[in-house]
């Protein structure tokens, strides 16, 4: 965004503090999920037949794009891909999280505070479309924002549309911190259960158990811990298996017994099944 000294800034929300809170718990800004966050963008485009379509979150004093869309993705080349931050001072969006209405501009250069913006000064910018992103919780995350450089209006029926769509990134930016919190939870827990199971252990013992579970190939010498203390054992191929108490400790921790510990995995395939091992626990 162009900056632009006559442009007023907008106030901050009425919950401010609360809202950057809740903001902040998504773990989203910085992460650079683009591919999962451009079919909203791609979505927003294909309904409103605008120039150019973005999903942003405003944090205190940044507006970062998590995903931008354009006619032709021209926008997309002079960005090369990665995420556009505005500063919030001279950013439209940040008019729109003020109300949980869409904030519908056709001319922009008939507004009172947009004509001011450096994008509509420069000849950018002509006509916005705001749509705010709002959680169950009734805090305003950011938008999905329509521009383009011609005076453009929405038809009701692509308005309610794009509200629909808002709502689904909603949806699914709340699911996201949901799913967060309960992995989060359940690796604690289960790290709880296996410290105090397992005596003087370490998260090195733990990261050996979990590859155990995984079946992949570890040296015995590296789990003298778990060995001494009756958790693992060599097979007669020299396979480290899990006994039966370390069977037991495994269901105690959410992972699923399964019989991947009866045969030899190597190399990404081991790296995944470990990972598979944790997403267990994301979904007990």
Same mark, same amino acid.
């Given at each position: ?22 903001? /902040?718990?998504?773990? *989203?800004? %910085? =992460? ?6 451009? !079919? ?5 485009? $294909? @309904? ?87 959680? /169950?919780?009734?805090? *305003?995350? %950011? =938008? ?6 011609? !005076? ?5 029926? $692509? @308005? ?93 921790? %959410? ?30």
């Amino acid at each position: 965004m162009i900056p632009s000294d006559n442009f007023k800034p907008a106030p901050m929300t009425s919950n401010e503090e609360r809202r950057l809170e809740a903001l /902040k718990k998504l773990g *989203v800004i %910085g =992460t650079n999920q683009g591919d999962i966050f451009d !079919i909203y963008s791609e979505l927003a485009l $294909e @309904v409103s037949g605008f120039f150019a379509a973005t999903c942003s979150l405003i944090d205190v004093d940044t507006q970062h794009g998590i995903s931008l869309c354009s006619l032709n993705g021209e926008l997309e080349k002079m960005t090369e891909g990665k995420p556009v931050k505005v500063e919030r001072a001279q950013s439209p969006c940040a008019y729109t999280i003020l109300t949980p209405e869409p904030l519908l501009v056709p001319d922009c250069r008939e507004h009172e505070i947009f004509k001011n913006a450096g994008a509509v000064k420069a000849g950018m910018i002509v006509a916005y479309a705001g749509f705010p992103i709002i959680n /169950k919780d009734n805090y *305003v995350f %950011g =938008t999905i924002c329509l521009f383009d450089p011609k !005076i453009k209006e929405l038809e009701n029926q $692509e @308005v309610k549309l794009l509200e629909k769509l808002t709502k689904r990134l909603a949806h699914q930016l709340d699911t996201q911190a949901e799913q967060k919190a309960i992995t989060a939870e359940k690796i604690s827990g289960a790290i709880n259960v296996f410290t105090e199971t397992v005596n003087e252990s370490s998260l090195e013992d733990f990261n050996f158990f979990l590859n155990i579970c995984a079946g992949r190939d570890i040296e015995l010498k590296k789990c003298k811990n778990l060995k001494n203390q009756n958790l693992c054992n060599d097979d007669k191929n020299g396979n480290i298996i899990l006994t039966d108490k370390g069977q037991e400790l495994q269901f105690k921790m %959410g992972l699923q017994t399964r019989t991947l510990n009866k045969r030899k995995v190597e190399g990404e395939a081991a790296n995944v099944l470990v990972d598979s091992m944790l997403s267990e626990l994301e979904e007990l």
